[in-house]
T-cell receptor, first 112, second 116 residues
């Protein structure tokens, strides 16, 4: 079955770059997503990448995909205290028409 | 951007009562809505997939008679927790797939249910 793994915790200082990693097992994954969840809130879609792309950049966010190793990463440049949250990696197949499989989430703590 | 709302945001009820949670897509049509449950410090667990005008598809282990889902229109899905018990206390999150952008799901802010 599908499985998505993430490290559980990351701590960085304000102004540094953060890199959150994710691995998945389903080679037929088509879309890979990063969601952000602040305490007590729902999920906010940050960005997503198609499986035929290697990289996608959107302002401070850079997503890298290594399809051979089934490894996805999210880099946040110039990390701010407001970036402190839980970040979920998720994947889906079949052009987004199927359900999402989530990782357990990485808690990012940004200290001043 | 696409906005999904949930109502109520927080509800406390007595054991044995039923609670209805609404999920609305505010600025887009959602042919498919999803209901998730999130336990503290856990990931999201998909409970059911709801397609407009048809019966919901429940994930294995989710009691369909306990968690009633209705998707009556392209902008509204409801989850009713029937005869709630303390173990049903959780954070319930809905998401909606934009009819025009099937590659993304937009999530609601969640509903915190506490059953006493």
């Amino acid at each position: 079955g599908e499985d998505v793994e993430q490290s559980l915790f990351l701590s960085v200082r304000e102004g540094d770059s953060s890199v959150i990693n994710c691995t998945y097992t389903d080679s037929s994954s088509t879309y890979l997503y990063w969601y952000k969840q602040e305490p007590g809130a729902g999920l906010q879609l940050l960005t997503y990448i198609f499986s035929n792309m290697d990289m996608k950049q959107d302002q401070r966010l850079t997503v890298l995909l290594n399809k051979k190793d089934k490894h996805l990463s999210l880099r946040i440049a110039d990390t701010q205290t407001g970036d402190s949250a839980i970040y979920f990696c998720a994947e889906t197949m079949n052009s987004g028409y199927s359900t999402l499989t989530f990782g357990k989430g990485t808690m990012l703590l940004v200290s001043p | 951007g696409a906005v999904v709302s949930q109502h109520p945001s927080r509800v406390i009820c007595k054991s044995g009562t039923s609670v209805k949670i609404e999920c609305r897509s505010l600025d887009f049509q959602a042919t498919t809505m999803f209901w998730y449950r999130q336990f503290p410090k856990q990931s999201l667990m998909l409970m059911a997939t709801s397609n407009e005008g048809s019966k919901a598809t429940y994930e294995q282990g989710v009691e369909k008679d306990k968690f009633l889902i209705n998707h009556a229109s392209l902008t509204l899905s409801t989850l009713t927790v029937t005869s709630a018990h303390p173990e049903d206390s959780s954070f319930y999150i809905c998401s909606a797939r934009d009819r025009g952008r099937p590659d993304t799901q937009y999530f609601g802010p969640g509903t915190r249910l506490t059953v006493l």
